[in-house]
């Protein structure tokens, strides 16, 4: 059974930085063969959007103009971790996060996702 768990979501001023880190399981995640692991959020009262996702198998990666050159979607330190990390945050950012996987290919749209974390919550204060 595949789970994916979201940590490092928080509180954070404007222009602050932060981490969340997408822990896998039931499967795994190497150059051995493609698949996605991607990042994915959801503001109150609107749809969920794809913000980064990063390939397997060579290290491709998506980010959504409003998230580029601001977020870095990268394997964390420990296996099977997909890290986001977040500068320059602003209030338009706040939103939950979730962590999503798929096999066997590179896509980044949210129905394109076979599993999902429960998601981490992300506040941006002014």
């Known amino acids: 059974e595949v789970q994916l768990v979201e940590s490092g979501g928080g509180l954070v001023q404007a222009g602050g930085s932060l981490r969340l880190s997408c822990t896998a399981s039931g499967f795994t995640f190497d150059d051995s063969i493609i698949s996605t692991i991607g990042w994915f959020r959801q503001a109150p009262g609107k749809e969920r959007e794809a913000v980064a996702c990063?390939?397997?198998?060579?290290?491709?990666?998506y980010y959504a103009d409003s998230v580029k050159g601001r977020f870095t979607v990268s394997r964390g330190n420990a296996k099977n971790t997909v890290d986001l990390q977040m500068n320059n945050l602003k209030p338009e950012d706040t939103a939950v996060y979730y962590c999503?996987?798929?096999?066997?290919?590179?896509?980044?749209?949210?129905?394109?996702?076979?599993?999902w974390g429960k998601g981490t919550l992300v506040t941006v204060s002014p």
């Open positions: 999503a996987n798929r096999g066997y290919t590179f896509v980044c749209f949210d129905y394109g996702m076979d599993n």
């Open positions: 990063l390939s397997s198998g060579d290290g491709a990666t």
